[in-house]
């Protein structure tokens, strides 16, 4: 049980392209949704907290406009990286709550 | 602030050579101490949540436990298989004030046959 997915594993875009990450809870459904950033050789940095049906709420440092989040249903969250940039090359992880965080396999995002 | 501190970052153990890891913390009204395993290119998998301190819980050949600032994740007899890294994380709060996980750098671990 407490399975969470994520598409695509990897994608390679253009600068100035968005990019769509889907991230499902498959067995459950999870009131909170949480995506992270993850450097090379260093720990998950949380970038935004979403609750089914409202707004996500973003950590300090974080642009809004940029890391579009929606939280459709208590199974999906997308992140939208828009206009993307090689600064936003990164790996992508998502997870979904049900009292414990249970994570997604990650996204690796490299923009040319 | 918030801050989770994992030692050592990085640990070569040979097959069999039982070791530990630790996790000291330092969050305002602990909710719970995590740790996870990731492998390379992966998501962080779920290991142990421990509550309160004293609380101890058992895995295969992992064993955590948690006192009031620091956690320790004891594993004996390692197999080249419980080669990864083992993340540390402490529950504080978000900007929007929910709960969040605040994560250490994590400690990798190798294990020669």
């Known amino acids: 049980g407490a399975v969470v997915s994520q598409h695509p594993s990897r994608v390679i875009c253009k600068s100035g392209t968005s990019v769509k990450i889907e991230c499902r809870s498959l067995?459950?459904?999870?009131?909170?949704m949480f995506w992270y950033r993850q450097f090379p050789k260093q720990s998950l940095m949380l970038m935004a907290t979403?609750?089914?049906?409202?707004?996500?709420?973003?950590e300090q440092g974080v642009e809004k406009d940029k890391f579009l989040i929606n939280h459709a249903s208590l199974t999906l969250s997308t992140l939208t990286v828009t206009s993307a940039h090689p600064e936003d090359s990164s790996f992508y992880i998502c997870?979904?709550?049900?009292?414990?965080?249970?994570f997604g396999p990650g996204t690796r995002l490299l923009v040319l | 602030e918030d801050q989770v501190t994992q030692s050592p970052e990085a640990l070569r153990l040979q097959e069999g050579e039982s070791s530990s890891l630790n996790c000291s913390y330092t969050?305002?009204?602990?909710?719970?101490l995590f740790w996870y395993r990731q492998d390379p290119g992966k998501g962080p998998e779920f290991l142990f949540t421990?509550?309160?301190a004293g609380e101890e819980k058992e895995k295969e050949r992992l064993k955590a436990t948690l006192t009031k600032k620091e956690s320790f994740l004891h594993i004996t007899a390692p197999k080249p298989e419980d080669s990864a890294t083992y993340l540390c994380?402490?529950?504080?709060?978000?900007?929007?004030?929910?709960?969040?996980?605040?994560f250490g750098k994590g400690t990798k671990l190798t294990v020669n046959p």
């Open positions: 997870s979904a709550s049900v009292e414990t965080q249970y």
């Open positions: 067995d459950f459904q999870a009131t909170t």
């Open positions: 979403s609750n089914e049906g409202s707004k996500a709420t973003y």
């Open positions: 969050v305002s009204g602990l909710r719970g």
């Open positions: 421990l509550y309160s």
């Open positions: 994380a402490a529950t504080g709060i978000t900007q929007g004030g929910s709960e969040k996980l605040v």
